[in-house]
């Protein structure tokens, strides 16, 4: 949920398959316009800790593979090519996407 305290409350950012099916929740939804459900967990964003985690996670893969062969793809997903890493009984040139 994002927080906007000048518009009478925020957007939701992200809502599971769920929440979208039962309760018709959808990434555009205000949050006043969210039904009342005692069940129902809003969690409020926390972006820096986000970016934070993401780039442990990037220099964890740095152990594997150098700069050059390391695509962070977005906030949380990057693409890690190493053949001697990943290369498997049989396989040639292949690349796994993490």
């Known amino acids: ?9 925020g957007l939701v950012l992200v809502s599971s398959p769920m ?10 939804t205000r949050q006043r ?12 964003p926390r972006m820096n800790l986000y970016i934070q985690e993401n780039l442990r996670i990037n220099n964890i893969y740095r152990q594997y593979t150098d700069d050059a062969h390391l695509l962070p793809y ?3 997903e990057s693409i890690l090519f190493n053949n001697s890493v ?5 396989t040639f040139n292949s690349y796994i996407l993490l």
Do not use: R, W, Y
């Open 1 to 9: 949920m994002s927080e906007q305290v000048n518009t009478n409350g």
């Open 19 to 28: 929440d979208k099916k039962v309760l018709g929740i959808t990434n555009v």
């Open 33 to 44: 316009d969210i039904p009342v459900c005692p069940d129902l967990v809003i969690a409020h």
């Open 74 to 76: 977005s906030i949380d």
């Open 86 to 90: 990943f290369i498997t009984k049989g």
